[in-house]
């Protein structure tokens, strides 16, 4: 096996309205394979190191890449960078799709500076539509792009609001909320939590507790989600959120492989398929769509549908 060497690393993100640094964290092994691209690795809402980070850079590490990932602004190792604020004796995190775009930008540009070469940008969930807007912006600058694009689990933030058992109610009482009034993580069902921001069904919450609870805690960090409350200007920016709106035409897009799971609950399958068909890049003859694989609950290091969709990223990489 592989020996792989952790170093935890800065970068520096330019938002809109400061320029701040962020913890993050590289996975290589020893001797890294000098003709692979390096790869950075972004998750959604509290993603990160933290969690589906450490996971996919030790197994890309193992297989000679470099990779860098870090946590979210106001979350875990980045828990007080941004995006938190103390309110009637909780904290409350602002969740922020505008600043993970220009999170992932940083990430590029660190990747890029220290490494000497343009990443492979890999994303999970909600982490995707960040770096689809990221990726759009590098491509409307006209400068140089990302080398290749691997978003799994991608959903747009609309179609997610199906969950929802009355989804229109819901929205329209989440917006005559103000903006910093402090609404539950995630609507699970249930009266207390019709209202929150992340719709998940049951089962899926389940698995997230057990999973990603025990990623955090093993990693010394706040546990999984990392917060008790988020604001409803997170959901009114998020709801708004929406890079696809401008693929239609548009150039200097990366090639990409865009991957779901086939058995996916939560991020339906329909939703990389439809965008398969707009991206205005390279993607071959369809989506990678894996048997078996459901959200996250096969990510882990010895699954073999885990094993699978690693090897299958390398192939890609390697073969554009």
Not at 177 to 202: H, V
Request: a negative charge; hydrophobic letters at 40%.
């Amino acid at each position: 096996m592989t020996d792989i060497i952790v170093e935890n690393i800065t970068f520096a993100v330019a938002y809109c309205d400061a320029s701040l640094t962020l913890a993050g964290r590289v996975f290589r092994p020893a001797t890294p394979d000098a003709g692979l691209p390096p790869v950075v690795f972004n998750s959604g809402f509290t993603g990160g190191v933290s969690m589906y980070g450490q996971l996919f850079g030790r197994a890309l590490a193992e297989r000679g890449y470099r990779v860098m990932t870090y946590d979210v602004a106001g979350f875990f190792t980045n828990k007080n960078v941004r995006n938190t604020a103390a309110q009637d004796g909780v904290t409350v995190t602002n969740v922020s799709l505008q600043d993970q775009k220009d999170e992932v930008l940083g990430a590029v540009a660190w990747a890029r500076k220290q490494f000497g070469a343009m990443p492979v940008v890999a994303s999970w969930a909600m982490g995707s539509l960040a770096s689809l807007a990221a990726i759009a912006e590098l491509a409307k600058a006209g400068g140089p792009q990302v080398a290749f694009w691997v978003p799994m689990s991608y959903t747009s933030i609309a179609a997610l609001q199906d969950l929802r058992a009355d989804k229109t109610a819901a929205d329209a009482a989440i917006k005559a909320l103000a903006d910093n009034a402090a609404i539950p993580p995630f609507d699970t069902g249930t009266e207390a939590t019709k209202l929150g921001y992340y719709p998940l069904d049951p089962a899926t919450q389940g698995y997230v507790d057990q999973q990603l609870g025990g990623y955090t805690e093993a990693g010394g960090v706040d546990r999984w989600p990392g917060c008790s409350h988020v604001t409803a200007k997170s959901y009114k920016e998020y709801v708004a959120f929406d890079p696809e709106a401008g693929l239609a035409g548009a150039k200097g897009f990366p090639p990409a492989l865009i991957v779901h799971g086939a058995d996916n609950t939560l991020h339906m399958p329909e939703e990389s398929i439809r965008l398969h068909k707009v991206y205005p890049g390279s993607v071959g003859d369809q989506p990678l769509i894996v048997e078996g694989m459901m959200h996250g609950q096969q990510n882990q290091a010895d699954h073999p549908v885990f094993r699978q969709l690693v090897d299958t990223i390398d192939r890609s990489i390697r073969a554009a």
